[in-house]
């Protein structure tokens, strides 16, 4: 699965924990009710790639 995702890694510690420090520091302090998908865009390719597949198989006499 990692390797299909947009970026084709694994995140680090760090990447994760930089949001986390958003989140909480002053930066963040407007940030309020939202979510914050951090999946290297592994939900973006299967969502948008079973889309492109159904559309072609519809497109297709």
Known sequence: MIETS???RAG???E????????MG???G???GSDFL???GVTATF????LLAFD??????
């Open 26 to 28: 002053p930066d963040g």
């Open 16 to 23: 994760v924990g930089n949001v986390a420090a958003l989140l």
């Open 47 to 50: 969502r948008f790639g079973d």
């Open 56 to 61: 072609d198989k519809l497109s297709r006499p």
């Open 38 to 40: 951090m999946d290297g």
């Open 6 to 8: 947009a970026v084709g």
């Open 30 to 32: 407007f940030i309020t």
């Open 12 to 14: 680090t510690p760090d």
